[in-house]
């Protein structure tokens, strides 16, 4: 079919974006590549078999150094934190008062990762990913409870004393 084909899928999917990393490159250019793919990622809403592949590759490429060798790699837990806020828009809340799609994408495509990880059995990786993951998950969390608690403080009204009196004792000892 071509491009011009009526009959030609009009919705066709773009394959997951990954940078390209080698795994002798300085750490700053991994983060860098790593931050891109979190980016990617997040906005990937159909994560097929091959972008999989692809991503586990280049997850290989970035953790694959040596444990406790200069060239070992660990994320940086702020840059996260930045993406996934930098993702979020607040203009852009559903009704439910969650966060964008982009940043609950981010935290289901990195699940599916894991699966895909754990069914090929490479515990190096694995460990590695599961701190990768947990920090997502961690500010996919933190994240719901900041947009909750603002929603909330919100509706506190004249209206809803005994609401509001239990709010304002949260995080009181």
Same mark, same amino acid.
């Given at each position: 079919m ?5 009959? $030609?899928?009009?919705n066709?999917?773009?394959? !997951?974006a990954?940078p $390209?990393?080698?795994?002798?490159s ?7 590549? !790593?931050d ?8 990937n809403?159909t994560?097929?078999?091959? +972008?999989?592949?692809?991503a %586990?590759d280049f997850l290989?490429? %970035?953790?694959? &150094?040596?444990? &406790?060798s200069e /060239? ?8 996260i934190?930045?993406?996934?806020? &930098? +993702? ?5 809340k559903?009704p ?8 609950? @994408? !981010?935290?289901? /495509?990195?699940?599916?990762? @894991?699966?895909?990880?754990e069914?090929?059995g490479?515990? $190096?990786?694995?460990?590695k990913?599961?701190k ?13 409870? %900041? ?7 919100l509706?506190c ?13 949260? &995080?009181?000892?």
């Amino acid at each position: 079919m071509s491009d011009t084909d009526p009959e $030609a899928p009009r919705n066709k999917r773009e394959p !997951l974006a990954i940078p $390209a990393i080698e795994p002798s490159s300085p750490l700053i250019e991994k983060q860098a590549a !790593l931050d891109t793919f979190l980016r990617n990622l997040s906005m990937n809403q159909t994560m097929d078999e091959e +972008d999989a592949r692809r991503a %586990i590759d280049f997850l290989r490429m %970035i953790y694959g &150094g040596e444990s &406790g060798s200069e /060239n070992e790699f660990r994320h940086s837990h702020a840059s996260i934190f930045e993406i996934m806020v &930098g +993702d979020y828009d607040p203009d852009a809340k559903r009704p439910d008062h969650q966060p964008n799609f982009t940043t609950t @994408q !981010l935290a289901n /495509n990195i699940g599916l990762l @894991q699966a895909v990880i754990e069914d090929e059995g490479d515990e $190096a990786l694995m460990r590695k990913f599961r701190k990768l993951k947990d920090h997502v998950e961690l500010e996919h969390k933190r994240i719901n409870y %900041i947009v909750r608690q603002n929603t909330s403080s919100l509706r506190c009204s004249p209206s809803s004393t005994a609401w509001c009196a239990k709010t304002d004792r949260i &995080g009181e000892s």
